[in-house]
């Protein structure tokens, strides 16, 4: 069966700190792999996409960035955290135009 | 551009009641539809998908409709419970690429 797994859970970050989340599917091959951002009280923002490694889509212009190193791995990064990068950050797959799983998440509080 | 909507925002219903949550969605290319649930502080957990062809979907007490041409579709809770209490977020998938639309979600509180 299939996994996802994110971490770090939680992360506490002062302004201007760099930032690295990581993602990990197991049990599938060549998944599409998403970034999203929820707000509190918000809705969910699509922040990148990847249909395979190296291949990376933007939806929002911002200070954060994104990298796919491995077939399964998915990395959120940013150089500097800005207080409006709070939020709880969600990674999901899919194989091709199908049901989307999430993982856990992780909770990022700027400070 | 496509637009989805759920309606109502936030429902506080007692136990033991059947519910529907709506979604409408504005372009009716959808390859397909989702719904979702999401806990407090947890990621989303997909409950059902319908696609584009299909009229309903059912997973146990959840029942899925889709009326395409319409632009709408339902999710229908039989008999709550206060652990169905969570948010309900619905999504669409357009043809041609693999992003999902997404509704703000209503949330769902069932009082014993």
């Known amino acids: 069966s299939q996994t996802i797994h994110q971490w770090p859970a939680t992360l506490v970050q002062p302004v201007g700190s760099p930032l690295s989340l990581e993602c990990t599917v197991e049990g599938t091959s060549n998944p599409n792999l998403y970034w999203y951002r929820q707000a509190a009280g918000r809705g969910l923002q699509l922040l990148f996409y990847s249909v395979g490694i190296g291949q990376i889509s933007s939806e929002v212009p911002q200070n954060l960035s994104a990298s796919r190193p491995q077939d399964r791995q998915f990395i959120l990064s940013s150089k500097k955290l800005l207080l409006s990068d709070s939020g709880f950050y969600l990674c999901a797959w899919t194989r091709g135009p199908s049901r989307q799983y999430f993982g856990p998440g992780t909770r990022l509080t700027v400070t | 551009k496509q637009e989805v909507t759920q309606i109502p925002a936030a429902l506080s219903v007692p136990e033991g009641e059947n519910l529907v949550l709506n979604c409408s969605f504005t372009?009716?290319?959808?390859?397909?539809l989702q719904w979702f649930r999401q806990d407090p502080g947890k990621g989303l957990t997909s409950l059902l998908l319908i696609q584009s062809s299909q009229r309903e979907q059912t997973s146990g007490r959840l029942n899925a409709s889709l009326d395409k041409s319409s632009g709408r579709s339902t999710l229908y809770i039989a008999a709550s419970q206060p652990g169905d209490s969570a948010t309900y977020l619905c999504?669409?998938?357009?043809?041609?690429?693999?992003?999902?639309?997404w509704g703000a979600g209503t949330k769902l509180i069932i009082k014993p």
């Open positions: 372009d009716s290319a959808i390859y397909n």
């Open positions: 999504a669409v998938l357009m043809d041609s690429n693999y992003q999902l639309i």
